[in-house]
Structures are given as structure tokens and as C-alpha cells.
């Protein structure tokens, strides 16, 4: 296999088990170089702490692509999340279109919403510039609140396969090649995700056991891993059956630790698993 090289661009949340700061682990422990690109730092991440700091390094952006660009540098894969300004988005559109190799794989998650709400810094004027970004996207993953924020549908929490099939569409129409809709659940015991491929206009899905508890973070790890599964070979149906699994054993290992702290899963004690199932790939 090729040594593949990778770039994600993400905020650096120094507390808060997300983004970056789960990212990086993740994709090396599926045996990549990852290289990154710091959308903002903050003292931690913005869902349910308070006074948190918030560095934009939106400016720092072009001159840091341009000395890519003099060095020669390019990426087997790009993958974008939580974003630090509207004005970001523009130069990481331009970083996704100009940085790849000719294989590039373009990953991106619009991390700007869950459970019905916005994230606290961002606004729909934010909203409509991400969906700018979504139609560059060879593999677009949103949660259900980002798809129906992107495509106006009514969000619901009750659902069923045709709402999801109807949501999978409308957001493909953005332009993306392929969309995986996570956190979807159509039984009270599982949970999983549902795709849908533009090109051939098949969907597909993959659920595994529900565990009652909802953790911040999860969906970072999930679009990792997806990621981190593909560029070690695995088909997207094989990478998605993986970051289902592995986003769950996150979760079991948390649950299970009477001291966790309340703001992230300990993915850490879960990577031995993405070393086993990714051996032999
Ligand atoms: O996990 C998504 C995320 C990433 N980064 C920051 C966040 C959040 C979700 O709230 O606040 C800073």
C-alpha cells in the first residue's frame, strides 16, 4: 500500500475529545500521515461548557497554502469540519479544489449543528456558505439537523426509511457524490447511518446495537474513521460498517468508566479494535 498522505482541516478544541484533537489519533492509528489545518483554537469545544476562547485562523489560511503550493504538496485525501468563519469557508473550497492528487478523496462534515440546533457561533448566512462547500464534496457527511438546516426539511426526532430517503436526495442535489446521513435510527435498539450514492442512486445502510446515552464528539469519530477505513482500502459500505462499530465501541468503553468526564468518549481505549479490523485490510 502507498504511504497516503492526508489533510484535515478542523478547530483545535484543546479540551473536549473532538475535531482535531480526535482526528489526528485516528488517522494514524488507521496508518496514515495526517497533516493539518487548524480552522480556529479554542480553550475547549462550544457544546455545554461556557466562557470558552475562540482564536479564528481564517486569515493564516492563504499564506499557509501557498507555502504547500511552493513545496509542491498535495493530498491523497482532504477532509473538512467545524469551520471557524464564513469567510474560512471560501479558502477551504479553493484548498479542496486546487490541494488533492488526481485521486483525491474529498471528505466533508458540516459540523455546524446536532439535535435540532446550530452550534452557538454560527448562523444561517454560515449555513448557506457550507452548502457552497458540500457541493465540492465526493463524500458529504452531515447529522440529520445539518442535512435538514442545508435542504430546509422539517427537523424531526420520529422518523421514517422514506423521511431519510427523501433527506439523503435533497442534500445530494447540494452537488455531493455520495451522502452519509449519521445518527440515523429507525428502531428503539439501533442506530447507524444511512447513504445514498448519486451516480448509481443507491442507498444503503448499516445499524448496530443503540446505547441509550448520546455523547459529544461521536460524530468527529465517525467521519474519521470512515475516512481512515477507505484510504486503507476498505470499500465506503466496509468503511461505514466499521465507523458504526467503532463509534459504538467508543461509547462502551465510556459507559463503562464510572469517572468519565462528561464533555467526550474515551475513544483512546477503543483504538486497539481499529487495529484489529483494519489489520489485514
Ligand atoms: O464535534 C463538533 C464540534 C467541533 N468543534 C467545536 C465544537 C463542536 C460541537 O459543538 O463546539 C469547537
Redesign the pocket.
Known amino acids: 500500500m502507498a504511504y497516503k498522505k492526508i489533510l484535515t482541516i478542523q ?1 483545535i ?1 484543546c479540551v473536549g475529545q ?2 482535531l484533537t480526535v482526528a489526528l489519533p485516528i488517522l494514524s492509528a488507521c496508518g496514515l500521515e495526517t497533516c493539518i489545518l487548524p480552522s480556529a483554537v ?1 480553550s475547549t ?3 455545554g461548557f461556557s466562557g470558552f476562547t475562540f482564536r479564528d485562523l481564517t486569515d493564516d489560511m492563504p499564506a499557509i497554502q501557498a507555502h504547500w503550493q511552493k513545496e509542491g504538496i498535495k493530498f491523497s485525501a482532504i477532509y473538512t ?2 469551520l471557524g468563519s464564513l469567510k474560512q469557508i471560501g479558502y477551504v473550497k479553493n484548498i479542496l479544489e486546487t490541494m488533492g492528487t488526481e485521486d483525491c478523496i474529498r471528505v466533508v462534515a458540516p ?1 455546524m449543528a446536532d439535535n435540532g440546533q446550530l ?1 452557538s457561533i454560527f448562523d444561517m448566512e454560515y449555513v448557506e456558505g457550507m452548502k457552497d462547500l458540500c457541493g465540492v464534496a465526493d463524500i458529504l457527511v452531515p447529522n440529520i439537523t445539518e442535512a435538514c438546516l442545508m435542504t430546509g426539511r422539517e427537523y424531526r426526532t420520529a422518523y421514517d426509511e422514506d423521511y431519510i430517503r427523501d433527506l439523503l436526495q435533497a442534500v445530494a442535489a447540494l452537488g455531493a457524490k455520495k451522502v452519509v446521513l449519521t445518527g440515523v435510527s429507525f428502531t428503539p435498539d439501533t442506530l447507524g447511518c444511512m447513504a445514498y450514492d448519486s451516480e448509481t442512486g443507491e442507498f444503503f445502510s448499516y445499524f448496530n446495537h443503540r446505547d441509550g446515552a448520546s455523547y ?2 461521536t ?2 469519530i465517525f467521519a474519521a474513521t470512515t475516512l481512515g477505513g477507505m484510504m486503507r482500502g476498505l470499500s465506503l459500505y466496509e468503511a461505514l460498517t466499521l465507523a458504526v462499530d467503532f463509534t459504538l465501541e467508543t461509547i462502551l468503553v465510556t459507559r463503562s468508566d464510572p469517572d468519565a468526564a462528561w464533555y467526550g468518549v474515551e475513544f483512546e481505549r477503543a483504538l486497539p479494535m481499529l487495529y484489529r479490523r483494519l489489520g489485514d485490510a
Open positions: 478547530d478544541s473532538c475535531s479554542l469545544h462550544t457544546a469540519g467545524y459540523a452550534y459529544h464528539g460524530g468527529d
